[in-house]
């Protein structure tokens, strides 16, 4: 099995836990390495952005002394972006629903963030 | 009693304006430099201190109606009196307790000596007083000069740099013993105003200007110039940024810019903050973000890549395009095959007047004749008066 299939597999498995609307595994300098998204999203953009997202809130937050964040979490009335670091080269990104039970949702990108990151390195 | 002129930056770097001294605020005719004395006056009036503002080609109202704009509450206190020279000019009577008729000088002399016996600080508008009174009011005004000294009272003034005669510049310039210079940043329009001190003669002060905007209410606020670096990948804009700023941090994820890098400078009297943009293509929606506001652009392209002066060329018209000024940082210019800046004005089709300079950023050479050049343009007009004043050191 592919090193990309099996991460696809890992964003199946994600979408499982429900209200996932689109995710992606990023690397850390912001390029698609796989991805599950509707073909009306712009995914380079949507992996471009979430690597700006995730590296400005971990200077943010290291340059205050407060450690690397767990994940960077943006709420919006139509729906919510949870970005993660999967290990030192990659980082996963998932978009959910508005309605989104968000502890369950941080639970299955947690397990999956490891998966990649035991892939990846 | 302790006089301050209650203008940012400014209070910092000399304390106080001590009694018997005149300060003047040296106004570019293209800048709103009355709010100046108007914040100075209103900082004094809140502290306490008996304070008078003369005005003669603006009627009092129109005067007492500004202060309020700026939510400077001045009718309220009884420490502050309007000296009025306007409304005789005009030929009403005026309602006002100080007044007089500014076309008989004797009479405008007495009526501001009285005031400065009453008063603790007060402001004239000298050039308007030589617009309507003519050059022969520079005399009354040089004996109101010693007056202020002899009684140890605080005199602020403006002076509007009309091209009036040399002498009465001099005059001014000699007798007031701090100045205080306002300014615009050019470039095609003015794109921002600045004040800096250019003299003071009761202090050792480093030059310093602060660039400024003004809320209404609120006033005078000092703000730091952005600057925005920006350039294709890998043409070594993190490197310059850091290689220029005091302080910098970068957001970096395996050897590129993925958000942004910040840099700040103190640097001639300027805090410059330098923002580092990514260089690829899928960061451009940053690019466009951090171009906000920025006040010019540094352009950084890779000497030895001609390959990548298009894509160096479309970032500079992507951030450019309120016509900010920019200057051309050539990298690398300690590779043999780094192609010379006149070679690269060519290749990339850049106007004549636009500085080019040769740098090699990782070894730190020509790095600051960037930031140079760029102040250049933005601050020339400050430049050229440069040498108007000394400022004691």
Not at chain 2, 171 to 190: E, Q, T, Y
Not at chain 2, 311 to 316: P, T
Not at chain 2, 384 to 390: I, P
Request: aromatic share 8%; with cysteine; charged share 25%.
């Amino acid at each position: 099995m592919s090193l990309r299939s099996q991460l696809e597999d890992i964003l199946k498995d994600l979408k499982s836990t429900g209200d996932i609307e689109a995710s992606a595994i990023v690397s850390r300098d912001g390029l698609l390495i796989a991805a599950d998204i509707s073909a009306n999203v712009n995914a380079e953009a949507f992996a471009a952005m979430s690597a700006t997202m995730l590296g400005a809130a971990e200077t943010a937050m290291t340059e205050l002394g407060k450690g690397i964040p767990d994940r960077v979490v943006v709420e919006s009335s139509n729906g919510k972006i949870v970005a993660t670091g999967a290990g030192e080269k990659a980082l996963l990104v998932v978009m959910t629903s508005p309605k989104a039970n968000l502890g369950l949702i941080l639970l299955q990108i947690g397990k999956a963030s490891r998966r990649v990151e035991e892939l990846l390195g | 009693m302790k006089v301050v002129t209650g203008i940012p930056v400014l209070d910092d770097l000399i304390d106080e304006i001590p009694n018997g001294k005149t300060l003047t605020y040296w106004i570019n005719p293209e800048v709103e430099g009355d709010v100046f004395a108007m914040q100075t006056i209103y900082t004094n009036v809140e502290e306490g201190l008996k304070c008078a503002y003369t005005t003669i080609t603006i009627s009092p109202e129109s005067i007492l109606a500004e202060f309020e704009e700026f939510g400077w509450n001045v009718k309220d206190f009884e420490n502050f009196e309007i000296v009025d020279l306007y409304s005789e000019y005009v030929g009403y009577p005026s309602k006002y307790k100080y007044s007089a008729n500014p076309l008989k000088i004797d009479e405008v002399c007495g009526l501001l000596k009285n005031v400065l016996e009453e008063f603790d600080v007060i402001y004239i508008p000298i050039s308007s007083i030589i617009d309507v009174c003519g050059d022969e009011s520079i005399s009354c005004i040089e004996s109101i000069f010693k007056l202020v000294k002899e009684k140890g009272k605080v005199l602020i003034t403006s002076f509007v740099s009309w091209p009036y005669p040399e002498k009465i510049k001099k005059i001014v310039g000699d007798l007031s013993n701090a100045i205080v210079k306002i300014g615009g940043i050019h470039h095609r329009v003015i794109l921002g105003y600045y004040y800096g001190l250019v003299k003071v003669d009761w202090k050792n002060v480093k030059s310093k200007s602060i660039l400024f905007k003004l809320v209404r209410p609120g006033g005078v606020r000092a703000y730091i110039p952005k600057i925005l670096v920006t350039g294709p990948y890998n043409a070594g804009k993190s490197t310059f940024v850091h290689a220029v700023s005091n302080v910098a941090l970068s957001v970096d994820r395996l050897g590129t810019t993925v958000a942004l890098d910040h840099g700040h400078l103190e640097y001639k009297g300027f805090s410059i903050d330098l923002f580092g943009t990514p260089g690829q293509e899928r960061f451009d929606p940053i690019l466009r973000m951090l171009g906000k506001d920025a006040l010019g652009v540094i352009l950084v392209v890779d000497s030895t890549k001609p390959e990548t002066f298009p894509r160096a060329k479309q970032m500079l018209e992507s951030v450019t395009h309120f016509g900010l000024p920019y200057v051309v940082a050539a990298n690398k210019q300690d590779l043999s095959n780094a192609l010379s800046p006149e070679e690269i004005r060519k290749k990339m089709y850049l106007p004549e007047d636009v500085p080019i300079i040769p740098i090699s950023a990782s070894k730190g050479e020509g790095i600051f004749k960037v930031i140079d050049a760029l102040l250049d343009i933005l601050v020339g007009s400050w430049k050229e008066g440069e040498n108007e004043f000394e400022i004691s050191t």
